[in-house]
């Protein structure tokens, strides 16, 4: 770490980095900065009690504070280059405004925050004109990551990797082979739009594995104890991954007040922040079937209608509850349908990520993408290594999970994954993801789907033409009378 003792030409220390807004994250991230050799950490808070409180508690930062914009601007070496740390929207655009102000041309703005990736596209096409570069950038791994480690996505201009690609690189998470887990995504909103979809895999990650826990815990009988011991031995295999480890340690957890497991105390109501419906919503708009993330966007949403599950409560259901014969083979099944729909998750998104590169104009490397959620972020998992592998020998990858590895996984486990949907169906316990997973897998392997039928009912209503299978053109039929098919461009 850099003598922040020395003074400037104008008296007041150089850093080479700053922080605005000093909340967990904000303080964390420059807690992180700060202990990294080579850089020197100006930080700003709106409120000058968290700038003071930061200061205090951790003297060994050598932190640069800064008690107005024009202070925090003076602060910084050229380029200066400041990360916010703010909560999106108004706030992030208020702050961006200030930094303008006091900032010049060739200077780095850099959003850290959730920000939706149009939101990104706007701001830096308004920076832009000012000769600044903005730059936005999704950061992974909560306040743990953001102070030991994090993932990070950065989108913007090509010359802010420059300044900023060894700043971040130093603070980044580090995957096994000793790779950063930092890469420049592609310009203006790329990062924030890699970093939405990562939030909503991680949704479909979590969904599936409540299901795996519901499924085993209904069917077996055992306690969250024993189910805990059950996760821990699947990390470590080709499940391994973060999600998986914590959900062990969550079922393990004791209520202190009642000595009942936590998570049976815990309200089964799932809260979400935006990121995974943000992912659904730009999904429908691409075109691109991600029935795996909006199941488990739309299952959250599900468990927060108390009112309406009231209601529903007394619907009927199956008679008999559910047991089945053999534990061991049954957790086996659930095991290796969560492994397959897991793959259509990640499947799911790379769809997205590549839809939305060609929509943007964005040169996403998708084999980089999966090598920097190795380590830091919530889906870091050991079959990221997979994925990279995919993409290294085959960049045009169409579908994800046709490469050799996750095909050859998919043919051995949709056996026990489709006797595990069937179970959950018979049995009445909801497995959305599960099932949407499946029926997924089914549809994009057909060699022939009944949208043949929804074209036929389209033009029936609508005059929407259709195509056919045995010559090139356009048709519309005349449903009336006595039904005669044209070409459709005879018909305006």
Known sequence: MSDTSAPSDNGVAV??????????????????LASREGNTVAIYNRSREKTDQLLADHPEAQFVPAYSYEEFAASLAKPRTAIIMVKAGAGTDAVIQALTEVFEPGDIIVDGGNALFTDTIRREK???????????????????????????????????WVTLGPILRSIAAVAPDGEPCVTHVGTDGAGHFVKMVHNGIEYADMQLIAEAYDLIRRGTG?????????????????????????????????????????????????????????????????????????????????????????????????????????????????????????IVAYSQGFDEIRAGAAEYGWNIDLGAISKIWRAGCIIRAQFLNRIADAYAETPD???????????????????????????????????????????????????RLPAALVQGQRDFFGAHTYKRIDKPGTFHTLWSGDRTEIEAEDTH
Do not use: C
């Open 15 to 32: 850093a080479n980095i700053g922080v605005v807004g000093l909340a967990v994250m904000g303080s964390n991230l420059a807690r992180n």
């Open 397 to 447: 990858l169409p579908v994800l999970m046709t490469a050799p590895y996750f095909a050859e996984a998919l043919t051995s486990g949709q056996a026990a994954w489709r006797r595990v949907v069937v179970a959950a169906t018979q049995a009445g316990i909801p497995s959305p993801a599960f099932s949407s997973s499946l029926a997924y897998y089914d549809g994009i392997r057909a060699d």
């Open 222 to 342: 055992k306690t969250p104890a024993e189910i805990a011991d059950i996760f821990a031995e699947w990390n470590t295999g080709e499940l391994e991954s973060y999600l998986i480890e914590i959900t062990a340690e969550v079922l393990r957890q004791v209520d202190a007040a009642t000595g009942r497991p936590l998570v049976d105390v815990i309200l089964d109501q799932a809260g979400a922040k935006g990121t995974g419906a943000w992912t659904v919503q730009t999904a429908l708009s691409l075109g691109v079937p991600v029935s795996g993330i909006a199941e488990a966007t739309f299952a959250r949403s599900l468990s927060s209608h108390p009112e309406q599950r009231e209601a529903a409560a007394s619907l009927p259901g199956p008679d008999e509850d559910f047991r089945v014969a053999d534990a061991d083979a049954f957790i086996e099944d659930v095991r290796q349908a969560l492994f397959a729909s897991k």
């Open 126 to 160: 308004a920076v832009r004109e000012t000769g600044i570069n903005f730059v936005g950038a999704g950061i992974s791994g909560g306040e743990e990551g953001a102070l030991t480690g994090p993932s990070i996505m950065p989108g913007g201009p090509e010359e802010s």
